[in-house]
Nanobody, 124 residues
Framework: QVQLVESGGGLVQAGGSLRLSCAAS????????MGWFRQAPGKEREFVAA????????NYADSVKGRFTISRDNAKNAVYLQMNSLKPEDTAVYYC?????????????????WGQGTQVTVST
């Protein structure tokens, strides 16, 4: 069993930056892929970014490419999401998840441990 706790969310103006963290406990995540998803009010949860166990392979949603960067620190059992040039449409609850894959994928079906989420609100 893995417990995931997201942090770093908050209120930021458009154009600003935030860095989300996801801390894992219960077992090491160093052998697993990790992903970030988000869910805006009234919308379905959607894929944001993912990386493989080493961090050497990444995958991003088109809507965040060039603005967001996913990374991990296996020594700290953590994964991060650096979000730059934030837009109001980035407003959502952001979730991290443990994935089972060799190549980072967007499908939620490949993720099986989820955190409780952290709220990100981008104002105009």
């Amino acid at each position: 069993q893995v417990q995931l706790v997201e942090s770093g969310g908050g209120l930021v103006q458009a154009g600003g930056s935030l860095r989300l963290s996801c801390a894992a406990s219960g077992r090491t995540i160093s052998n697993y892929g990790m992903g970030w998803f988000r869910q805006a009010p009234g919308k379905e949860r959607e894929f944001v970014a993912a990386l493989n166990w080493s961090g050497g392979s990444t995958n991003y949603a088109d809507s965040v490419k060039g603005r967001f960067t996913i990374s991990r620190d296996n020594a700290k059992n953590a994964v991060y999401l650096q979000m730059n040039s934030l837009k109001p449409e980035d407003t959502a609850v952001y979730y991290c998840a443990v994935g089972n894959y060799r190549t980072p994928v967007a499908s939620e079906n490949r993720y099986y441990y989820w955190g409780q989420g952290t709220q990100v609100t981008v104002s105009t």
